[in-house]
């Protein structure tokens, strides 16, 4: 049961981070200093889809789960919608290339905004 629990929370986290990665960004209007969090984590899922490596997360839920004596995802509510956006069916290399795009796209799309917000002084400036 524990390692059950475990691995769930270790999906939530995953997701976090997932949504951090992408949309992240969106953050610094509000504090601008986690900019120094933001871009290493930006560039860190880029780089996870561009090489088609695996996250280590990853694993390690894997591992909780075959303690926990799961196998597969099937089961409860995380598995059944969390599961599926972490891990998509037909993930070729080709999609991987194109969600580091999307990664990278937005994160550029957001960061002019921000910088364009600071230059004509729409943002507080906070550190």
Not at 6 to 29: P, S
Not at 55 to 63: D, F, K, M, N, S
Not at 76 to 96: D, M, S
Request: net charge positive; with cysteine.
């Amino acid at each position: 049961m524990i390692y059950r629990m475990l691995a769930d929370c270790l999906v939530l986290v995953h997701l976090a981070f997932v949504v951090f990665v992408v949309g992240g960004g969106l953050l610094i209007l509000w504090r601008p200093s986690l900019r120094w969090i933001h871009l290493p984590a930006a560039a860190w899922g880029a780089l996870i889809e561009f090489t088609g490596w695996i996250c280590p997360l990853t694993p390690w839920e894997q591992a909780l789960r075959l303690k926990a004596g799961q196998v597969g995802y099937a089961g409860g509510f995380i598995e059944h919608y969390l599961l599926p956006i972490l891990y998509p069916q037909g993930l070729t290399p080709g999609v991987q290339i194109a969600l580091g795009l999307l990664v990278i796209g937005a994160n550029v799309g957001i960061y002019a905004f921000v910088g364009y917000r600071l230059a004509r002084g729409g943002l507080p400036r906070r550190r």
